[in-house]
Nanobody
Framework: QVQLVESGGGLVQEGGSLRLSCVAS????????MGWFRQAPGEERVFVTA????????AWAESVKGRFTISRDYAKNTVYLQMNSLKPEDTAVYYC????????????WGQGTQVTVSS
């Protein structure tokens, strides 16, 4: 199993930007699809976006499309979520997750990083 650690969260004003990082230890991310999820207070955890082992972005949540960007650095075993034009409704704990090739579930999860957007 891969261990994932998110970082980069914090408090920003509406319209600001943050870049979240997810660093893997143990197994590399080379052959894994990586995803970002978020959970707002009192809400269920929801899918944000994902990127395959080959660097293809699979999908975007409609609420963040056009504002967020996902990328990965294979040499650093890191996946990034660039968040621009942040809105108060983006406030949530953001989690990264890893999915093995051929799997139908997310196999590993990070501990989460808090993002708070003030109005």
């Amino acid at each position: 199993q891969v261990q994932l650690v998110e970082s980069g969260g914090g408090l920003v004003q509406e319209g600001g930007s943050l870049r979240l990082s997810c660093v893997a230890s143990g197994r590399t991310l080379t052959t894994k699809t990586m995803g970002w999820f978020r959970q707002a207070p009192g809400e269920e955890r929801v899918f944000v976006t994902a990127i395959t082992y080959s660097g293809i972005v699979t999908a975007w949540a409609e609420s963040v499309k056009g504002r967020f960007t996902i990328s990965r650095d294979y040499a650093k075993n890191t996946v990034y979520l660039q968040m621009n034009s942040l809105k108060p409704e983006d406030t949530a704990v953001y989690y990264c997750a890893a999915q093995n090739l051929g799997a139908t579930i997310w196999d590993s999860w990070g501990q989460g990083t808090q993002v708070t957007v003030s109005s």
